[in-house]
Nanobody, 115 residues
Framework: VQLQASGGGLVQAGGSLRLSCAAS????????MAWYRQAPGKQRELVAR???????YYVDSVKGRFTISRDNAMNTAYLQMNSLKPEDTAVYYC??????????WGQGTQVTVSS
């Protein structure tokens, strides 16, 4: 399975970005899709996760600002990030798990929020 992430960039505090993650090549249906992030000197953390049925989870620090969604037909997940803060600066990674419990990571995309 290949995960192609896109949409990162440089934005001022208070701005918005939308990340996309397109999955391809899976023999099994994609169950969970998620976004993780890793800031310099910090561990990778789960930001948001969405099930195939649309159930979602957010880390407390992004609740009310970020929205995860997905298009099952396109095997694509999105992360709409609003009211961005400098502390959201990180490399964002897409992750997917198939119904066969296989885990895959996409390449990271840099998000930089300037103050």
């Amino acid at each position: 399975v290949q995960l192609q992430a896109s949409g990162g960039g440089l934005v001022q505090a208070g701005g918005s970005l939308r990340l996309s993650c397109a999955a391809s090549g899976s023999r099994f249906s994609i169950n969970y899709m998620a976004w993780y992030r890793q800031a310099p000197g910090k561990q990778r953390e789960l930001v948001a996760r969405i099930t195939r049925a649309g159930g979602s989870y957010y880390v407390d620090s992004v609740k009310g600002r970020f929205t995860i969604s997905r298009d099952n037909a396109m095997n694509t997940a999105y992360l709409q990030m609003n009211s961005l803060k400098p502390e959201d600066t990180a490399v964002y990674y897409c992750w997917a798990q198939t119904l066969a419990a296989q885990n895959y990571w996409g390449q990271g995309t840099q998000v930089t929020v300037s103050s």
